[in-house]
């Protein structure tokens, strides 16, 4: 096995939900199950009549998962009950009402297709249905209509695509969580999953057997850049309409520059290092606790923090950031106009970081990250990269100080989760 090799089993260990999260899911579950069957059908059964789909139950979810979706089969008997006017949101309620006899003090809810249980460490989406013509009804309160999903069908599709690419598309599914997180790319689970379906369904050559993975992960980001620009696709399995409107494609050839990089430095030190610009906190042996020796054996303290380590990510809102990039007797300037022609910028400018725009709703936290990189960062042991709470004017304002590269991050934290990550660097050159 090369060097590569092993270092990707070691991401791939990294990205594995622990067994306690897995336990703590499981148990959590099941008494959702119970209390649902005990309601509906007079049984204790803590596994009958429930599914797990979404992310989970394709089992491309990763350490950190913070969104459980389940759907749970109502007795057909009772299907007329709730057919009338009134009766998508009479299912969401009954059932909200029975979870609710379990978990009295813990915020359940309604959201339009599902019932939300909250928990401290990731949420249940409680889906109630009806099986009908080998699919399912689900219930949506905002039209007051049922209609049929086929979750099953996802779930069965990327199962069978995972085994004729003994397990690889599942390994690729959760690296591109990884990737997700680390870029703040706009891509729900099932957008993703459909994607690395197609790519192997499609591929030319026999990606099963022997493939280098970062080969592999180099393929499937030019092949992501290359994807046309639509509102939605069709997802595996279920052939429903997802939404794919994020301008993935961008940050796919961002990816694809990044993962040449990596795969360049194969056997050298920067090798983890390189991955790690793509796949965040999952690639080990980077970080110490203290300090880290450069091959030019500058000492310095590694202080960056990675937002995963303090929430859970599910970036499924769009977030833009800008700085105004101002200098005593000369004109404000936006810090990425300057990029696009080419400019870097010099010490002693004043940068006004703000959110540009956003579409997260209503309230959401607002936290920020200022990374120095490079020798001159490392030589003055000043790298930064805390999270930094914001001071409720969500902007963040820096100076330039030395040459090198630069980057500030800032994210919008919602019900204790990261819904939106943006990003923009810092070019700084010597006067």
Known sequence: MSATSKLFEEIFGELKVPDGEQDSIRERRCEIVKVLNREFRGTDSPRDNSHFIGSYGRSTAIRGVSDLDMVYKLPVSIRDHYSGKGGSYKALSDTKDAIRKRYPNTEIRVDQTVVVVQFQNFKFEVQPTFPSEGQLLRPDSHDNKWKLVNPIAEKEAFRDISRETNGKSRKLARLMRAWKQKSGVKMNGLLIDTFVYRFFRDADEDYSFGRDPGRLVLDFFEYLAEQPKNDHVRALGSNQLVDSSGNFQAKARAATAAAQDA???????????????????????????????????ISFRDTEEFIEEFYPVSIVYDLKIDCEVTQNGFRP????????????????????????????????????????????????????????????????????KFRGRHLVECYLVKNGVVVARGRIDVPIKAE
């Not at 430095?265 to 090798?271: C, D, I, N, P, R």
């Not at 796949?279 to 020796?293: L, N, Q, R």
């Not at 106009?337 to 010099?346: A, C, T, V």
């Open 263 to 297: 795969i360049d430095a194969e056997g050298l030190v920067s090798e983890r290092a390189k991955w790690k610009e793509v796949f965040g906190k999952f690639v080990p042996g980077v970080k110490t606790d203290a300090s880290y020796s450069s091959s030019s054996s």
């Open 333 to 400: 300037r936006l810090l990425r106009r300057l990029i696009r022609d080419g400019m870097w910028l010099l010490p002693k400018k004043k940068l006004d970081f703000r959110i540009a725009s956003t579409n997260v709703p209503e309230p959401f936290e607002v936290k920020w990250k200022v990374l120095n990189c490079g020798e001159e960062a490392k030589r003055r042991d000043e790298i930064r990269g805390q999270i930094l709470s914001d001071g409720g004017q969500r902007t963040r304002q820096e100076n330039t």
